[in-house]
């Protein structure tokens, strides 16, 4: 089973993680920036983050075989918050780098007006720069919070195609697959979905353009529900090239639609990484 986690903060995550996902198989992921758990209180924070997605963090993928890429936006909460917003006129020079293969994490959290301007300008930076957008569906009130998401998405410059509609469920998958966007499942202990769900929806609507993540972040959660979800998919009588469709194929074109995708043979680049190793200092 070949796996690429399509949406995985592994900032959030330890070596271990990474040294258990490529032996289960996971061998590419796409970080989205998100929200930290505490709220960052200039937008030179989101900076040094952004350049932690870009350096440090596949340097450390890659110490364990795994091919790293990110997606880069102001996050919905923050996008609330006005010392933040400024984010918004730096992102396009983080946007031309090679390893950024979508904008996301967009959308809404509390779907205000501040989140609407933020969602719309983002998806205009997707289109401008020739990337596919990665949004994030509300917690809270999912079916109103996806329609309104689909207006500014049919609204934007931004083709339907090119935008994976991220937390969906039993309430919202079918709103968005009409609306012609990728559809987005977050395999997530105790909140949004499990396996077996899952597996009832794959059963429903199909594997065609459907990505399965683990959300894997701060919060209490499973870098290997990817792995889960195949292995349940098996279990109910889908087929191996079904699981390899929706945990490997599905997201490799999906994000593969801005052209800069890299999945080639991944090796360490050298021991250190501005002078620090995952070893820490161990040989």
């Not at 990474?18 to 929200?35: H, I, K, Q, S, T």
């Not at 730096?90 to 933020?118: C, F, N, Q, W």
């Not at 994976?164 to 609306?179: G, M």
Request: aromatic fraction near 8%; hydrophobic fraction near 40%.
């Amino acid at each position: 089973m070949r796996i690429f986690d399509p949406h995985i903060h592994m900032t959030s995550r330890t070596t271990d993680d990474y040294e258990a996902m490529r032996a289960a198989g996971v061998l590419a992921v796409v970080e989205p920036a998100f929200w930290l758990g505490q709220p960052r209180t200039s937008p030179a924070s989101f900076y040094d983050y952004f350049d932690a997605l870009l350096g440090w963090e596949p340097f450390r993928a890659a110490q364990f075989g795994v091919a790293h890429h990110c997606a880069l936006a102001l996050n919905p909460k923050e996008a609330n918050d006005p010392r933040c917003t400024e984010v918004l006129q730096e992102l396009p020079r983080y946007l031309v780098k090679d390893s950024v293969v979508a904008v996301g994490e967009i959308g809404y959290d509390s779907m205000t007006p501040a989140e609407d301007h933020a969602l719309a300008a983002q998806l205009q930076l997707a289109a401008d720069h020739g990337l596919p957008a990665l949004v994030h569906t509300p917690h809270r009130d999912k079916l109103t919070g996806l329609h309104r998401t689909v207006d500014v998405v049919r609204e934007s410059a931004l083709d339907p195609e090119r935008v994976l509609l991220d937390h969906l469920n039993e309430t919202t998958v079918k709103a968005a697959k009409d609306a012609g966007c990728w559809l987005g499942f977050s395999v997530y202990p105790d909140t949004k979905m499990d396996e077996q769900r899952m597996v009832a929806i794959l059963a429903e609507y199909g594997p065609e353009r459907v990505l399965v993540n683990s959300a894997a972040d701060w919060g209490r959660s499973d870098p290997l529900k990817t792995v889960r979800t195949g292995e349940a998919m098996l279990r109910a009588g889908f087929c191996a090239d079904d699981v390899d469709r929706v945990l490997w194929r599905n997201p490799v074109e999906f994000y593969g639609l801005g052209g800069r995708l890299d999945l080639g043979p991944v090796a360490a680049a050298g021991a250190l990484h501005e002078g620090n190793s995952v070893l820490r200092g161990g040989e």
